[in-house]
């Protein structure tokens, strides 16, 4: 639940992956962000990891398509969303939003014969930092009202995982318009229970690097 860039894409020659995690190393370094190099047959790559933000992968499976370490061990190959980055930036702000997509573009640009991104602060699309401002600030507003919403919730005693779940869908499409529960099967007792939101769409210059050396592992 919070503001979220998506993105796919192929890498234009496998043999160049160790050339785009090197510049990508290079520009954690001078970020102070750390990252951490996977090299085996099955996925090679680099993923980063910036304050406060879901990890930025780039990460490539022998068919030279995205995917993460999650992806791989969840998803299977033939899966849609196998090849699909979910990058949410929610708790890190505008201007790492901002210098993560900047990166993408950049090392998209560089590197990949192909890129699709999806980005829900319109940055990607649009590069206006005064519409991606307004937009994190509806995401925090909105998420600070469901977060009361769900505090306020009266226990039912017995209530099943199911009717919790739709008291949720029901009270959340009465209060917000847009947004619907989404339902994660847990497979270890077989029963759906109610994980998360899913807020709707809700529709400059970035700050200079800070030096330093970022952790890094083989």
Same mark, same amino acid.
């Given at each position: 639940?919070?503001?979220?860039?998506?993105?796919?894409?192929?890498?234009?020659?496998?043999?160049?992956?160790?050339?785009?995690?090197?510049?990508?190393?290079?520009?954690?370094?001078?970020?102070?962000?750390?990252?951490?190099?996977?090299?085996?047959?099955?996925?090679?790559?680099?993923?980063?990891?910036?304050?406060?933000?879901?990890?930025?992968?780039?990460?490539?499976?022998?068919?030279?398509?995205?995917?993460?370490?999650?992806?791989?061990?969840?998803?299977?190959?033939?899966?849609?969303?196998?090849?699909?980055?979910?990058?949410?930036?929610?708790?890190? @702000?505008?201007?790492?939003?901002?210098?993560?997509?900047?990166? /993408? $573009?950049? *090392?998209?640009?560089? &590197?990949?014969?192909? =890129?699709?991104?999806?980005?829900? @602060?319109?940055?990607?699309?649009?590069?206006?930092?005064?519409? /991606? $401002?307004? *937009?994190?600030?509806? &995401?925090?507003?909105? =998420?600070?009202?469901?977060?009361q919403m769900l505090d306020g919730m009266q226990h039912i005693p017995g209530e099943s995982p199911e009717e919790l779940g739709a008291r949720i869908e029901k009270m959340?499409?009465?209060?917000?318009?847009?947004?619907?529960?989404?339902?994660?099967?847990?497979?270890?007792?077989?029963?759906?229970?109610?994980?998360?939101?899913?807020?709707?769409?809700?529709?400059?210059?970035?700050?200079?690097?800070?030096?330093?050396?970022?952790?890094?592992?083989?």
């Amino acid at each position: 639940m919070g503001l979220t860039f998506h993105y796919s894409g192929k890498i234009r020659d496998y043999n160049r992956i160790d050339e785009l995690t090197d510049e990508v190393a290079d520009l954690c370094r001078e970020l102070n962000w750390h990252f951490t190099l996977i090299s085996d047959d099955k996925l090679k790559g680099i993923v980063l990891s910036a304050p406060e933000s879901e990890p930025l992968w780039f990460m490539f499976t022998p068919n030279g398509k995205t995917c993460s370490v999650v992806n791989f061990q969840c998803w299977q190959p033939d899966d849609p969303f196998y090849s699909t980055i979910h990058v949410k930036t929610q708790y890190a @702000g505008p201007e790492m939003h901002m210098i993560m997509i900047k990166m /993408l $573009r950049h *090392i998209s640009e560089k &590197y990949f014969s192909e =890129i699709e991104v999806s980005d829900e @602060g319109e940055y990607w699309e649009k590069g206006d930092e005064e519409n /991606l $401002r307004r *937009i994190f600030g509806n &995401y925090t507003e909105a =998420i600070n009202m469901f977060t009361q919403m769900l505090d306020g919730m009266q226990h039912i005693p017995g209530e099943s995982p199911e009717e919790l779940g739709a008291r949720i869908e029901k009270m959340a499409k009465e209060n917000f318009e847009g947004i619907e529960v989404v339902v994660v099967r847990n497979d270890q007792d077989d029963e759906e229970t109610p994980s998360a939101a899913r807020l709707p769409r809700l529709g400059g210059q970035v700050k200079d690097p800070v030096g330093g050396r970022a952790n890094e592992s083989d």
